[in-house]
């Protein structure tokens, strides 16, 4: 799963087949709201980047809040199979 960051949110922008991230029914354009039950906004891009990097480790679960493009809160269990991307921080 691959997020931009702008404007403070972190939105899906390309999801790898096969995933978990399709099997929960992640879309692109959903926003992450928080990771483990903490707020995103309460992170630093430090602790983000982090949690990302420890998800390169096979069978790593984690637990994302997304707030959906039809504006619908959902949590969602994620479990890592093979690398991710890093987040990578976009400004304009």
Same mark, same amino acid.
């Given at each position: $799963?691959? #997020? #931009? *960051?702008?404007?403070?949110?972190?939105? %899906? /922008? =390309?999801?790898?087949?096969? &995933?978990s991230?399709i !099997?929960?029914? %992640?879309? +692109?354009?959903? !926003?992450? +709201?928080?990771? /483990?039950?903490?707020? +995103?906004s309460? $992170?630093? +891009?430090e602790e *983000? &980047?982090?949690?990302?990097?420890? $998800?390169?480790? #096979?069978?790593? !679960?984690? !637990?994302?809040?997304? #707030?959906?493009?039809?504006k619908?809160?959902?949590?969602?269990?994620? *479990? &890592?199979?093979?690398?991710i991307?890093? %987040?990578?921080? =976009?400004?304009?």
């Amino acid at each position: $799963m691959f #997020l #931009l *960051i702008q404007d403070g949110k972190y939105t %899906v /922008s =390309r999801i790898a087949s096969p &995933s978990s991230a399709i !099997e929960a029914d %992640v879309k +692109i354009g959903d !926003e992450i +709201i928080a990771i /483990s039950g903490t707020p +995103i906004s309460q $992170m630093t +891009i430090e602790e *983000i &980047s982090n949690i990302a990097k420890a $998800m390169n480790t #096979l069978g790593t !679960e984690i !637990e994302l809040t997304f #707030l959906t493009t039809q504006k619908k809160q959902r949590t969602a269990k994620l *479990i &890592s199979r093979k690398l991710i991307s890093y %987040v990578t921080h =976009r400004r304009f």
